[in-house]
């Protein structure tokens, strides 16, 4: 330490309340003979303070959110790693003995989990799909709509369904196993009733939403290549049926999940190229806070919208067939390609296609159930 | 701000849960900023913050074995920073912050004190922002932090002589180009 530098030394250990009192001393000596330094001191002195007001203003609101959800977040943690763990560890006790003595340490959780992996061996690739295909078999509750019409219902346990049109849920009965089991096909939103013990999951198109008490939306229409699921409030775990090793990805409020499905066709395809590449092809978006519920996009149909935003029309004349529950064919390809932004609420089919019309042109014919869509002639 | 946590950590480790909030209050927003200066996104920032006070709370039948609550969520945060960025990126912990861009919390001290102009806090800003990288990453754990030399030796790995230097060199810094001389008896560096 220089002897030119002693002073900032000092003037550093002081304002961060590390100096000893012998150098607070000869710190002091040397400002008093220095009066510009002990006006540097001073202002430090006070720029130093007062950045404890910044970190006391504070946002109570978002703590709160943020500390229950940080707290689900750890009850989810620890309701997991049964389920979890019983593979892998079964895997690594083949592999490696040296980790068994290390597991062993932790005698008893894992001796249960040893002795129910063996038993399960084999079978055990996810309890979870078991039970979804378990659910086809037993006779069943089943909530459907048709195309043109949105139903809602209550299942035994209180949780409230919006189906879709269109849509199937399929659930038992008494609805009172170690876990609520729904099938869907379709699109439904849900406020599920909350209840720790007894996990919510939705099993659809080889993906299971895994749930605890929380309101979202998934869309997993059988004619659609992807299964969306969109979590507005709580906490969702979505896993691949068949895929126990794979990370199951967490969805938090205000967040979009879309996810490949896999056609049955390419399943053994898919199988191979997952073996070597385990990763789930999806896709995890922010949605925009600032929209009020009510608002958005993906639930407008939850408030009787049918919406959709830079979508080609073949696209959005699926929604329209589900909706008005016609049936649309396209007379040239062309057509297919145009895109819309629209929302509609109160109108009929003819009030929707003229305003489609409009926005971006197409001839269209209106015939009992059937609407014929051709593009506009140049010639014309 | 590193007052006594041993309270908190008792009642974390009997479960409760307003601890555990209490706790997350104290640090979350200075250790959002420390994980911003790491990883570059609040988002990320944010969700290190969160995922280390959720295995801190899984993990609350050990919390009591924590010396400093501190220095460990500091370093918890860290690691899981280090993590996101690369596995390669634990070997440069020796000299951590050479290479990172580091941010400084942005809510700067009311100028309106009388001591400091508005002009005076620019200047001093500026100072600050244009600081080496570890020397400001030192320089913020200390001042707007408020973690003991100790604390932050430990956080970052390095020796409490080089935070001594680091903090040294800040301070000149600040105070020349505040522009007021020191007397010409003294020689530069």
């Known amino acids: 330490m220089h002897q030119s530098n002693q002073i900032w030394y000092l003037m550093a250990r002081s304002l961060s309340r590390e100096s000893t009192p012998e150098e607070e001393a000869f710190l002091n000596n040397a400002l008093q003979q220095n009066s510009a330094l002990q006006q540097q001191y001073n202002i430090l002195k006070s720029f130093w303070g007062s950045e404890q007001e910044i970190n006391a203003a504070s946002n109570i609101e978002g703590e709160r959110k943020k500390i229950s959800r940080i707290l689900q977040l750890a009850k989810v943690q620890e309701l997991l790693p049964q389920k979890e763990e019983k593979p892998v560890i079964l895997r690594r006790i083949l592999k490696r003995r040296r980790l068994l003595i290390k597991v062993i340490m932790y005698a008893g959780i894992l001796l249960m989990v040893i002795t129910t992996a063996w038993i399960l061996l084999g079978k055990n690739d996810n309890n979870i799909t078991k039970k979804a295909a378990a659910l086809q078999e037993r006779p069943q509750q089943i909530i459907a709509t048709q195309n043109g019409s949105r139903t809602r219902t209550m299942l035994p346990d209180g949780t409230t369904v919006w189906l879709n049109a269109g849509s199937k849920i399929y659930f038992d009965n008494d609805f009172a196993g170690a876990t609520r089991d729904v099938r869907l096909e379709g699109e439904a939103y849900f406020d599920v009733v909350k209840n720790p013990h007894r996990p919510f999951i939705v099993h659809t198109a080889g993906i299971d939403i895994r749930v605890l008490g929380t309101v979202f939306n998934v869309k997993s229409y059988p004619v659609d290549k992807t299964v969306e699921t969109t979590l507005i409030r709580g906490l969702v775990q979505v896993t691949r049926q068949g895929y126990p090793q794979q990370k199951p990805i967490f969805l938090h409020p205000n967040q979009k999940l879309v996810v490949q499905k896999i056609l049955e066709v390419d399943k053994d395809k898919a199988a191979e190229i997952e073996k070597k590449q385990p990763i789930i092809k999806y896709k995890l978006a922010q949605l925009d806070t600032t929209i009020k519920e009510s608002d958005r996009l993906e639930t407008a149909w939850v408030y009787n919208r049918l919406e959709f935003r830079g979508e080609d029309f073949e696209t959005v004349a699926g929604k329209l067939e589900r909706w008005y529950n016609v049936t649309i064919v396209f007379e040239d390809e062309k057509a297919k390609q145009l895109t819309f932004n629209g929302s509609f609420e109160n109108e009929t089919v003819e009030q929707a296609f003229t305003a489609l019309k409009t926005a971006s042109p197409f001839n269209f014919s209106i015939s009992g159930h059937e609407i014929f869509i051709k593009s506009v002639t140049k010639v014309n | ?189």
Not at chain 2, 38 to 45: G, K, R, T
Not at chain 2, 96 to 119: K, Q, R, V, W
Request: charged share 25%; net charge neutral.
């Open chain 2, 1 to 189: 701000m590193t007052g006594n946590f041993k309270t908190i950590q008792q009642r974390i480790f009997y479960n409760d849960e307003t601890a555990l909030a209490a706790l997350y209050q104290a640090f979350y927003v200075k250790l959002q900023h420390f994980a911003k200066a790491l990883v570059h996104s609040n988002e990320v920032a944010e969700e290190v913050v969160e995922d280390v006070f959720v295995k801190l709370w899984c993990n609350r039948s050990n919390i009591v074995t924590i010396d400093n609550l501190t220095v460990y969520l500091y370093v918890a945060v860290k690691n899981n920073c280090l993590n996101f960025i690369s596995k390669k990126a634990k070997d440069l912990i020796a000299s951590p912050f050479d290479f990172l861009d580091i941010e400084l919390s942005e809510g700067s001290p009311n100028p309106h004190d009388i001591l400091i102009t508005a002009e005076m806090m620019q200047r001093m800003q500026k100072v600050i922002e244009a600081l080496p990288p570890r020397c400001k990453m030192v320089f913020k754990l200390v001042r707007e932090d408020g973690l003991k030399y100790k604390e932050v030796s430990q956080i970052l790995n390095i020796s409490v002589n080089t935070i001594d230097a680091q903090m040294a060199i800040a301070v000149k810094r600040i105070c020349t180009a505040m522009g007021i001389e020191k007397s010409r008896k003294e020689l530069p560096l």
